[in-house]
């Protein structure tokens, strides 16, 4: 069962991926953050310039988040990632878990072609 999730706003319902709130009445910007794992809205906290990325405050939990390396290349992402004292996190948690499901899949598929090619081999 999947989480049913609420433009802070306006209380209308939204997608998980939503990058601004359906409502033609509301149209806010919104995120996916990774510290309270919710769709909430954002702001401003700090430009940064160099090597760092722009830091945005988290509307429900206040806390800073950077957005995500998907989501700044343009990828279907609307995740903040978690910022720190010297390092930011360079994905979000959502692509965070894809990508170790993914990794995953590949380990696991290399594998078998490992096994399988041992088999074949003790065969002949």
């Known amino acids: 069962m999947s989480k049913s999730y ?19 009445a509301c149209r806010a910007e919104l995120a996916f953050c990774s510290h309270c794992r919710d769709i909430t809205t954002y702001t401003l906290a700090e430009e940064r310039t160099g090597k760092r990325r722009t ?7 206040q806390r800073l988040g950077v957005k995500c390396y998907t989501w700044q290349s343009g990828g279907y992402c609307n995740g903040l990632a978690r910022t720190g004292e010297r390092i930011d996190m360079p994905l979000c948690a959502n692509c965070t878990s894809r990508a170790a499901e993914v990794s ?11 096994v399988g090619a041992i088999v ?3 065969g002949k």
């Open 104 to 114: 995953r899949q590949v380990l696991s598929w290399t594998l078998i072609g490992a």
């Open 55 to 61: 830091a945005y405050r988290c509307d429900r939990c």
């Open 120 to 122: 074949r081999g003790r």
């Open 6 to 24: 609420k433009c802070p706003l306006c209380d209308n319902e939204v997608d998980a991926a939503a990058t601004v709130c359906s409502n033609k």
